[in-house]
T-cell receptor, first 110, second 114 residues
Framework: DAKTTQPNSMESNEEEPVHLPCNHS???????IHWYRQLPSQGPEYVIH???SNVNNRMASLAIAEDRKSSTLILHRATLRDAAVYYC???????????FGGGTRLMVKP | NAGVTQTPKFQVLKTGQSMTLQCAQD?????MSWYRQDPGMGLRLIHYSVGAGITDQGEVPNGYNVSRSTTEDFPLRLLSAAPSQTSVYFC?????????????FGPGTRLTVL
């Protein structure tokens, strides 16, 4: 399975954009990149996923590098509710089971 | 829809006791799985099921049993609880057999083994 590297923590001010990076240099050409987040004392929740081109949904945008060795999750206007651990997860080789690394703890300051 | 529900929310056990953590989903999802999360760590897969009657081991299966007799339910059994099993347990489900489908997680069961 592809390995990922994410910063342990990041800080942002409320209502400012946040760019959360992820390196996945060993990802294969057909593996999707998934992002989940975990709010304090809750189970993880899906954020977004993509393969090659940039993706947008109501929660965030996902920018995938042309060589697919890295991606960036973009929160356009951080709110206090966005304070969470964000996990970048490449698609596993087999099965449907996600492999969670340490993730990035995002802190949002008012 | 209630989504993925887990009971109990909290549980304290003594070493050697057994118990069953319940998980149910009402979305008719084929895939269900159990994860554990130790303090400050990411989630680790314990067992998973690709449909009723079919289960398989994940990364950390020792000390746990599962069965899947219905699509809706996927209980996790601790055979003889140990302090190392103190953790938060999450159940998840998804529609089909690829990660292209969103996984839905329950709220978790916080287990303490004394």
């Amino acid at each position: 399975d592809a390995k990922t590297t994410q910063p342990n923590s990041m800080e942002s001010n409320e209502e400012e954009p946040v760019h959360l990076p992820c390196n996945h240099s060993t990802i294969s050409g057909t593996d999707y990149i998934h992002w989940y987040r975990q709010l304090p004392s809750q189970g993880p929740e899906y954020v977004i996923h993509g393969l090659t081109s940039n993706v947008n949904n109501r929660m965030a945008s996902l920018a995938i590098a042309e060589d697919r060795k890295s991606s960036t999750l973009i929160l356009h206007r951080a709110t206090l509710r966005d304070a969470a651990v964000y996990y970048c997860i490449p698609e596993p080789n087999a099965g449907n089971m996600l492999t969670f690394g340490g993730g990035t703890r995002l802190m949002v300051k008012p | 829809n209630a989504g993925v529900t887990q009971t109990p929310k909290f549980q304290v056990l003594k070493t050697g006791q057994s118990m069953t953590l319940q998980c149910a989903q009402d979305m008719n999802h084929e895939y269900m799985s159990w994860y554990r999360q130790d303090p400050g760590m990411g989630l680790r897969l314990i067992h998973y099921s690709v449909g009723a009657g079919i289960t398989d081991q994940g990364e950390v299966p020792n000390g746990y049993n599962v069965s899947r007799s219905t699509t809706e339910d996927f209980p996790l059994r601790l055979l003889s609880a140990a302090p190392s099993q103190t953790s938060v347990y999450f159940c998840a489900s998804s529609y089909s057999g690829t990660t292209k489908n969103e996984q839905f997680f329950g709220p978790g069961t916080r287990l303490t083994v004394l």
